[in-house]
């Protein structure tokens, strides 16, 4: 499996971006679809996931309501729309990929997914 993350970039707090996740070498049926990120001295965290076959979408708290996961089955691609952007928004942001079976409960958790895109970079600035 090969996950390739895009879209990253310097914008100003208040504004857009849209992050890309080119998926292959497998069917990812069933799979869950993640989004983590890592800021500076900071662990990773789980910012948002969605379900490949059925697009049933989890979110943190610290997004919800400003960003946006959705999946394009035809391209195998997943995107993460970031609205209304704060500086606190700033880190490498990664997708990654969690085969089956999975656990609703687990789906927060990064060391359930199996296949890790290399991190694109995010800049907030205020």
């Known amino acids: 499996v090969q996950l390739q993350a895009s879209g990253g970039g310097l914008v100003q707090a208040g504004g857009s971006l849209r992050l890309s996740c080119a998926a292959s070498?497998?069917?990812?049926?069933?799979?869950?679809m993640g989004w983590f990120r890592q800021a500076p001295g900071k662990e990773r965290e789980f910012v948002a996931a969605i379900g490949w076959t059925i697009g049933n979408t989890y979110y943190a708290d610290s997004v919800r309501g400003r960003f946006t996961v959705s999946r394009d089955n035809a391209k195998n691609t997943v995107y993460l729309q970031m609205n209304s952007l704060k500086p606190e928004d700033t880190a490498v942001y990664y997708c990654?990929?969690?085969?089956?079976?999975?656990?609703?409960?687990?789906?927060?958790?990064?060391?359930?997914?199996?296949?890790w895109g290399q991190g694109t970079l995010v800049t907030v600035s205020s």
């Open positions: 070498g497998a069917t990812f049926s069933n799979y869950v």
């Open positions: 990654a990929a969690d085969p089956p079976p999975v656990y609703t409960n687990r789906i927060r958790m990064w060391y359930e997914y199996n296949y």
